[in-house]
């Protein structure tokens, strides 16, 4: 069993940063494919952005490309979604998430372990 943590969310203006952090528990992380998703009141959880096993792909949905950076420290094991220029839209619970084929998936389906999720808010 893999247990995913993540930490960071809260509360920020327009405009503003936060960086979340998903601790990841598993001897085999640095083989697996992680990613972000979020889900806002009322609607599906959505890709926001995914990294390769090795860290050297990464892919953005459209809506935060230029804005989100996600990044991995497989020493660590930890994966990170650094958010800037933070809008209202953004507000969702966000779940960081392990595929542990590393397929590069958009899809939540194709991920295997999911944490508990951390909520940001971001006023107007």
């Known amino acids: 069993q893999v247990q995913l943590v993540e930490s960071g969310g809260g509360l920020v203006q327009t405009g503003g940063s936060l960086k979340l952090s998903c601790a990841v528990d598993?001897?085999?992380?640095?083989?697996?494919?992680m990613a972000w998703f979020r889900q806002a009141p009322g609607k599906e959880r959505e890709f926001v952005a995914g990294?390769?096993?090795?860290?050297?792909?990464?892919f953005y949905a459209d809506s935060v490309k230029g804005r989100f950076t996600i990044s991995r420290d497989n020493a660590k094991s930890t994966v990170g979604l650094q958010m800037n220029s933070l809008k209202p839209e953004d507000t969702a619970v966000y779940y960081c998430?392990?595929?542990?084929?590393?397929?590069?998936?958009?899809?939540?389906?194709?991920?295997?372990?999911w944490g508990q999720g951390t909520q940001v808010t971001v006023s107007s």
């Open positions: 990294i390769s096993w090795s860290g050297s792909e990464t």
């Open positions: 598993g001897r085999a992380f640095s083989s697996y494919g």
């Open positions: 998430a392990a595929d542990i084929y590393a397929r590069s998936s958009w899809y939540a389906y194709e991920y295997n372990y």
